[in-house]
């Protein structure tokens, strides 16, 4: 799974009958690079989302017959980042000495 962000949504009067008529959305990740996916929980531009993809995107559907690679698993209302504070060896030995 990954996270992306919902920047769109795509308009398709003709498609091929193994896509039916659920939602498209277009998505972005943090370094730019675009991305469909089909929406069973009803994301809005703006949404920050998490994906699954491969076969998994097909059984999210809830139908291993859509004809996806690429799911909206679900909305993401927040998360935590944890990151280390990157410490200076030198500053350690000599916070350690003191």
Not at 15 to 41: E, F, M
Not at 50 to 68: C, E, H, N
């Amino acid at each position: 799974m990954e996270i992306r962000q919902v920047i769109g949504s795509l308009v398709c009067t003709h498609r091929i009958t193994g896509l039916g008529h659920w939602d498209l959305r277009l998505l972005q990740d943090t370094k730019g690079k675009h991305y469909v996916a089909t929406d069973p929980v009803d994301a809005r531009p703006g949404d920050w989302v998490f994906v699954v993809s491969g076969s998994a995107a097909r059984y999210a559907m809830g139908d291993a017959g859509i004809l996806t690679d690429l799911t909206i698993g679900g909305i993401i209302d927040r998360w935590e980042e944890e990151r280390a504070a990157a410490v200076e060896p030198t500053a350690l030995a000599t916070a350690r000495a003191a």
